[in-house]
Every structure is written in structure tokens, then in C-alpha cells.
């Protein structure tokens, strides 16, 4: 025994990683196997071999991290908090166990085959997590890492998408699973086949994850993950991560990476509580479809990601006069819209605000009032947001009264209807209504819509609703022959005007481009329905006039590209490819051209 002892002493104090790196093949290999298992096989004889193979590595998988956590305890001689997820682990692997092992009928539903699969997943997650916070050791350019992490992440959602088992009918081809998963990936929501009836539970499950993770970001997954995992992070880790989430305070880069987490989480949870409670339970043949669906729909839309699992969409005959659903689903959008900074500091203001009243009611202590609640940004943003929600819904009630809005029979219903539209086609690609029977005008007034945008740090697309505010208003000050820009006694940067106009100029160059390029592939189609295409792509707005399906496979690869180069900016891809180093110690005189 004592040499036994000795020998896990050893192991885990020389050699650590060696044992991390068993346990990451082994939870690969384990995934792997549920994967084809739920995913490719058909045959209920191969299946019950498999799903036996699966068992037999669930419980291998709990009895060695029982081994490793428990042995990393005795030799530390401490529980750190690295050991939290380990023991979270085994937690979750012993309750699982229980409820398979016993006969508790509330513990049924916990003994199902999908919690297993659950549990190999968690073990495979925590394990690339720790390996991704290696990435330090490779000389990679943290903005090349973001995009080639988009990539990897549209690779794996292909590979999984053209599993048999993740359609009904027929599986889809490399190209189509490309399309649907580089969509999903950048929260875009333009679609090749129907998820509503041709995706099966596994198929929309594959979607689901796709959209939460690239709507983060992989990196900030992974980096989350594995600050949680492995129990911290080491200097150039900060700075990597750093860059990758524009924090300049290397002291508040783990915090900003929870934040991201913990709002997006949060909100996700809040707004899927409030759209099940604003369904109807007819619609739905049990509790978990009613849940999964309520999930479903408030991760997409807080994304701005517009997929839904309804045929027609949003315009389905059981939800088009569903207003209740249609508010819920519009706020969760907007908020998604508005960033994570704005909405964390909406969180701390009203967080402070029921702190003091509770000192106020207990400990009669007088209310503590902060000199900026909100930050300039927050001020910002918001000003800018109202200014587009309170226009663009006033806009399409006007442009659409006598026509897309003549199916609604109440004046508050058509309020509701055009909130939701004008708000959705900033980003989220939700739509209420068909498409077909929008005006020409509203369709250009959509179209500009997409392409302004959601605001700045937000998962919603779009040149971003603050880059149109400033390129505006620095014209109207150079009208004025001011100098500079002032917004609330603040001087906007120079760096920021210029960054402005860059990201408007190469949207409309890219956008344009994309237009050429379908009109060489897809000359049959109308220019109108490639042009608001090509704006839908580059915005991952996602609402469309019904030509995706019927592209070329040269107009989806376009599709694709489009939708990728929007996703990840096309300033960030010229930034990570083409950005000089070298400082200069040198100035050049100034000159002034002719305009």
C-alpha cells in the first residue's frame, strides 16, 4: 500500500500532465463513440453493442477521475480550486449512477442514456479546456487564433451535420452541412433545408450548440472553461485572451471573460422561463418538447442568431398572433443586441439599486448615489439604440399598414408586429410576417436596417449602430467646421472616427462584391433577392426572400464566405494578415489634399 502511495505521489507531482493527457484521449475516444452512436448508427443490434460500449466507458471514466482527483487532493494535501470540477464530476457521475442503480421513480427522468452522454461530454470539455490553455505555447497572432478557432468550430459542426441520424430524410451533402454550420456558427440563420421537419432531435441539438458557442466566441468558451478547470491562467494566457476580448486591463480579463459567461447565461435562462410560460401547452405533446423549444428560441434569439424550430418560422399559424411570445422573443433580441458591457452594467445598476433599498429597509442606512451609473459607452449605445427602435418601428408601421399588417385585426397588434420586425431585421432575422409581402420600400428600409446593425460587443451583426451614429455625426461636424467630436462632454478618439468610416467602407466593397459574384453564379434569380442576400450574409441578419435553397453550389460557397468575413469583420481579417508591427520613431510632415 505504501507503495502505492508513493508511486501517486510521484505521478502527480512530476507528472501531472501525463495523466492529464490520457484523460484527454480517453474522454476523446468516449466522445467519439457517443457521437457515432447517437449520430450514424441505424442497426438496433449495432446500436445496443455501442450503447453497452458507452456504459462500460462511463463508469471507467468516473472511476478514473475518482482516482486522479482524489490522489491530486492527498499529495497537494489541499483542496484548491482547481479539485471544484473534478469533484463536480464525480458528483454528477455518482447522482447519474444512483439514479440508474435504484428504483426512485422522481429519479427516473435523471437515469435516461442521455444524461451519460452528458457526463462523457462534461469530462471531454473540461479536458480540451485545460489543453486550450496551451495555445500560449504556439506563436499564433491572437486574432489569426480567433478566426482559425471560427474555422475549427465550422469544421466540427459540418462533420456533425452530416451524420445520418442528425436528418430525417436524406443526410445532408458536405456543401449543405457547410452552409447550415458555418450559419449556425455565425449566428446568421440563413438556411439550405428546414430544421423544423428535417432536422431530428440529435440534428436541432447540433444547431442549438453551434449557435451558443459561436455566438460567444470558441475562444471565450474555451477560455472559460479552462480558467475553471485547470484553476487559473498564466500570463501570456491573460494577454492572449486579452487582445482576443479588447480588454486592455490585464487585472480584469478573468473577470470580463465570467461576466460575458454569466450575463449570456443568465439572460438565456430568464428569457426561456418567460417564453414557456407564453406558449400555449396544446402546441406541444409533452413538457420536454414545451422546454426544449422555450431553450431553444432563447438562446437563438439572444444570440440574434434566427433560427427557430417552427415551420414558416415566427409566421407559424400557432404563434403569428401570439403577441405575449413575440414581446418576449423581441426583448430578449434587443438586449442580446445591446452588448454585454451595456447589459452587465444595466446588471450592477439595478444590483446596487436593490442593495441600498435592502440596507435601507434593515439597517436604515441612507442611499449611496454613484457619480456615473453607466459608463460613456452604455450612454452611448443606449441613446443610439432608442433613436433606431423608436424610428424604424414608427417606419414600418407607416410603410406597412396597408399591406403586411392588414393580417393583423388590432391596432396593438400591429404595434407588436412592427416592434418585431423592425427590430429583428437589425440583426436577429426573425420574421412574423412573409417576406414576399413586404413593400419595396420596407425592403430597402430592411435592407438598411440589416446593415446598420447591433451595437458594439453584442452577438448581433451588422456595421454596428454606433459606426453609422459617428460616421453621422462626424459630418455634420465637419458641416459645422468644428474640429472634433463632442458626444456628452466627452471627446470622441480620432482612432475611432477613422475606424468608423474603415468599417463602413469595406461593408459596402464586401457586400458589393458578394452581389457580383451571384449575379455570375445565379443569373436566373432576381437582383433583388441575390442583393438583400448578399446584405443578409454579411449583416448574419438571416432573413432572406426565399432563394437560399435554390442557390448554385458557386452562389452557397459565396453565401458561405460572406457569411464568415461578417462574422469575424472584415477589419479583423485584414488586421490579423496584414498588420505591421514595427513601431515607427519617425513623423512626416503634414499635407493637406483637395476633396
Not at 510521484?10 to 457515432?36: A, E, N
Not at 423549444?293 to 407559424?316: E, M, T, W, Y
Not at 417606419?395 to 393580417?407: A, G, I, V
Not at 462626424?474 to 475606424?499: H, M, P, Q, W, Y
Request: charged residues 10%; hydrophobic residues 50%; positive net charge.
Amino acid at each position: 500500500m505504501a507503495a502505492i502511495l508513493s508511486f501517486l505521489k510521484y505521478v502527480f507531482r512530476y507528472r501531472s500532465k501525463v495523466v492529464d493527457q490520457v484523460m484527454l484521449y480517453i474522454s476523446l475516444l468516449c466522445t467519439f463513440t457517443v457521437i457515432i452512436h447517437v449520430g450514424y448508427i441505424t442497426d438496433a443490434a449495432v446500436g445496443h453493442k455501442t450503447q453497452f460500449a458507452i456504459l462500460c466507458m462511463f463508469y471507467g471514466l468516473f472511476i478514473l477521475e475518482i482516482v486522479r482527483t482524489t490522489s491530486s487532493i492527498y499529495v497537494q494535501r489541499r483542496i484548491n480550486f482547481s479539485h471544484y470540477s473534478g469533484l463536480g464530476i464525480i458528483f454528477y457521475f455518482f447522482f447519474i449512477s444512483i439514479a440508474r442503480v435504484g428504483d426512485l421513480p422522481f429519479m427516473a427522468f435523471i437515469g435516461h442514456n442521455e444524461w451519460l452522454y452528458v457526463g462523457i461530454g462534461l469530462v471531454c470539455l473540461s479536458e480540451l479546456s485545460k489543453g486550450s490553455l496551451f495555445f500560449d505555447n504556439f506563436y499564433f497572432n491572437p486574432t489569426i487564433l480567433f478566426v482559425i478557432s471560427f474555422i475549427g468550430l465550422i469544421l466540427v459542426g459540418t462533420i456533425l451535420l452530416m451524420l445520418p441520424r442528425t436528418t430525417l430524410m436524406e443526410p445532408l451533402g458536405f456543401l449543405d452541412a457547410l452552409f447550415m454550420a458555418t450559419s449556425a456558427v455565425c449566428i446568421t440563420g440563413l438556411t439550405v433545408t428546414d430544421i423544423s421537419t428535417n432536422f431530428s432531435l440529435f440534428g436541432q441539438s447540433v444547431v442549438l450548440l453551434l449557435i451558443q458557442v459561436g455566438g460567444l466566441g470558441i475562444m471565450t468558451f474555451t477560455g472559460f472553461f479552462g480558467y475553471f478547470f485547470s484553476g487559473g491562467f498564466s500570463f501570456k494566457n491573460q494577454l492572449m485572451f486579452g487582445e482576443i476580448l479588447g480588454e486592455n486591463k490585464l487585472n480584469s480579463v478573468i473577470s470580463t471573460l465570467l461576466k460575458i459567461i454569466f450575463i449570456t447565461l443568465l439572460f438565456e435562462l430568464v428569457g426561456a422561463v418567460f417564453i414557456y410560460f407564453s406558449l400555449e401547452q396544446q402546441l406541444f405533446k409533452n413538457m420536454g418538447d414545451r422546454i426544449f423549444f422555450s431553450v431553444f428560441h432563447a438562446i437563438s434569439s439572444f444570440c440574434n442568431s434566427g433560427f427557430s424550430i417552427l415551420h414558416d418560422g415566427i409566421r407559424n399559424e400557432g404563434y403569428r398572433y401570439n403577441y405575449s411570445f413575440q414581446l418576449v422573443l423581441s426583448l430578449i433580441f434587443v438586449l442580446g443586441g445591446l452588448g454585454f458591457g451595456t447589459v452587465y452594467n444595466f446588471y450592477t445598476f439595478f444590483r446596487a439599486k436593490i442593495s441600498q433599498l435592502t440596507n435601507l429597509l434593515r439597517h436604515k442606512q441612507p442611499f449611496v448615489h454613484k457619480a456615473q451609473p453607466f459608463s460613456f459607452n452604455t450612454k452611448f449605445i443606449l441613446l443610439c439604440n432608442a433613436i433606431m427602435i423608436v424610428l424604424a418601428t414608427a417606419s414600418y408601421f407607416l410603410l406597412e399598414h396597408k399591406h403586411s399588417l392588414n393580417d393583423d385585426s388590432h391596432l396593438s397588434g400591429q404595434w407588436i408586429t412592427s416592434f418585431f420586425m423592425a427590430n429583428s431585421s437589425r440583426s436577429a432575422g426573425f420574421n412574423s410576417v412573409d417576406m414576399g409581402a413586404v413593400a419595396m420600400p420596407t425592403l430597402i428600409m430592411i435592407s438598411t436596417l440589416m446593415w446598420i446593425g447591433a451595437s458594439p460587443g453584442s452577438t448581433g451583426g451588422g456595421v454596428k449602430v454606433t459606426t453609422v451614429a459617428v460616421a453621422l455625426m462626424n459630418i455634420f461636424s465637419l458641416a459645422r467646421g468644428k474640429d472634433s467630436l463632442e458626444v456628452f462632454r466627452r471627446k470622441i478618439a480620432t482612432e475611432s472616427i477613422n475606424k468608423a468610416f474603415a468599417i463602413i467602407l469595406l461593408s459596402i466593397l464586401t457586400i458589393a462584391i458578394a452581389f457580383v459574384l451571384l449575379n455570375f453564379s445565379d443569373p436566373d434569380k432576381a437582383m433583388k433577392s441575390l442583393l438583400f442576400e448578399a446584405v443578409s450574409a454579411y449583416t448574419t441578419c438571416g432573413l432572406s426572400l426565399g432563394v437560399t435553397p435554390s442557390l448554385s453550389a458557386a452562389g452557397k460557397c459565396v453565401i458561405i464566405l460572406t457569411m464568415f468575413v461578417g462574422r469575424v469583420g472584415m477589419l479583423t481579417l485584414l488586421v490579423a494578415f496584414i498588420k505591421n508591427t514595427r513601431s515607427k520613431t519617425y513623423i512626416y510632415p503634414t499635407e493637406k489634399l483637395l476633396f
